[in-house]
């Protein structure tokens, strides 16, 4: 099929009169004049250009041309036929390429269309100059076998969102302390606050802080990372760079590799000493499967990392993505590799109007985009073309600096800014928004309404872009530049056009609420005579949310998947496309306090040597509840404390497996605790309570 052909609408018995008048109105010349023919029918406006008669009837004929918007009009009832064919954006021959893109964009029913501009010859062009660009302002970072001082940072790469906003380059970096020492920082540095009387010594992971030897020699942990690119170093890196910054990972990147050098230390090691290491990053489930991956390339593979994308992806946790930055980068495997950044990429180089994170671009046809340009080699495969690895990552610091989603696509130092049908098609949108001799805006408008009804109708549609995908670009765009024009006099208004459109690709993905829980938390703290204060602790379930992580006794009160009770908007308000919020009930303290006992007699039996616990006890906390946000569900943690009496004794285990035990806050940073149970910590060794 055509990528640029568009499939006729439907006969006229299923168009209604609304729709036949607003094509009349749609394609009438501003400024024109019309006369009242005697049946009552409006004329349909002369275009130049075109040759028409006008027949006995009194009604004009629509002007025939090859390609036209109409066929000739019915003698039998005096009526025009509906568009069959594509609206034609001008009427003037000498249409300019910028209004003849435009249309094809706006028209195109089929992916090829967004193929076509990775031809052969197009992709080795942004092959090369993605090679030189990257060889000579890549990032230094320890998994790519730089030697430190590293920096991660995105800082100064790209400009604004709007046209007035410029890039600064690395001075403005350098100034932002990103130097990995800054990393290991002192605690008691200047611009460090104070810890407060009474308050956790517990580091929070939300300040950058490790939490094991943070007042570690610098010279002495990078010294001891290999420096070599290995496919277990490019496999530790991309499982912690999942949904994580860079300058985020680079410190858990160096204090890991030191002490799981290779995928048989990693292997040996306990799930206490994984979790430690991770602790802080997030999202814990990929710290398990690393875990169970290094295991099996041990058992399975000899402790070899395999080469293959095939074999590669038979290790746990290891998926399409992982596999080919792992054989591409250590292993020179010629295989694509596909993330969010790369999508923003082609979204901008192809015109693709969809979100980053719908399947058909992340997970099919964004990789065969991509393998387009792994693909694309001189025929004497020179230096200059650079490895699969290379260019791989090229896409992907790319996607991350100059294209990210803040980034211009005018900017100097982009490679790609000769390539992007972003701005190009941000320039053709405002020259027909500000074409004052003719309807130029207004015909682009109708194209646009033009193929949303095609496609609702027929259901022709490119599989790249969302259904709705060009229509809100093309508005975003808009605007865009409105906003821009009208607060920017200086700036070049074609610089305004590409900023706006490399702004509006691709578009954003559709929000949903997080699911809403409140929780009641004991935290129930016991000082013995000679040693440190301890804290009952139990660990979690092996699977689900934060699997076997260690935590403060704890009940979910109220669970809004359960209750479903959505806050709906107020009769007259429009529909923000937003997602509904969830209104979070504010539970009863006793409801709370009841939950809490009978959790607490469940796992703590009442008997035996274990230090004595009176649950009638307990106090709440009197501030406010502590709020904790996971990517995908929030939880607001009511505190309630009690003071145990005795002496703590070991870990055990309940009836049903799940371990329980008392626990120093040394113990808790061995273990590697949540951001969450430092907080909760927190707010109990601060707080009064009632």
Partial sequence: MSSTSSSPLPDDSSITEE???????????????????????????????????????????????????????????????????KVSVSSSPSKSNGMEMLEKWIEHDHHSYHLDFLSPTQAYKIRIALVEWYRANRRKLPWRGDAGPYDGSTIGYAASGTAGGKATGNKKRKEQGNDIRSFFADSSSSGKKKRRAGESKVPSEESGEMQNDSKMDLQAVVSNVPREVTAYGVWVSEIMLQQTRVEAVIPYYLKWMQKFPTVHCLANATDEEVNSHWAGLGFYRRARFLHAGAKRVVNDYNGIVPTTVEELLKVEGIGPYTASAVASIAHGVEVPVVDGNVCRVLSRLTGIANHIKAGVLKDDLGWTLAERIIKAKSGGGGEMDGSPGEVNQALMELGATYC????????????????????????????????SSSSVSGQVESLIANKAFVANEKGDQCRLCDPKGISTAYYDIMDRMNADLSTDSKTNAKRIYAIAGHASLPIPPPKKSKREEVIAVAVISLQPSDSERCWLMVKRPSKGLLAGQWEFPSVCVWNSANDGELKTKK?????????AAVEVPLIDPTVRSDALDSFLSDIYPSDGDLPSIDLNKRAQVKDAPVVHIFSHVCHTMWVETLEADGDPSKKWKLDNGQEIGWMTESDMTSVGITSGVRKVLAKASTSQCK
Wanted: no cysteine.
């Fill in 19 to 85: 729709t036949k008048s607003w094509v009349r109105r749609s394609t009438r010349k501003k400024g024109s004049v019309s006369s009242s023919p005697s049946n009552g029918m409006e004329k349909i406006p002369r275009k130049k250009g075109f040759v028409s008669s006008s027949p006995s009837n009194g009604i004009e004929k629509i002007p025939r041309k090859k390609g036209s918007v109409f066929s000739s009009p019915s003698k039998s009832n005096g009526m025009e036929k509906v568009p069959r064919k």
């Fill in 404 to 435: 990210s989603p803040a980034g211009s696509g005018v900017d100097d130092g982009d490679p790609l800014k000769e390539f992007y049908v972003s701005t190009r098609l941000g320039m053709a949108i405002g020259e027909a928004m500000h074409n």
């Fill in 571 to 579: 009769k007259g308000e429009k529909a923000s496309g937003k997602p």
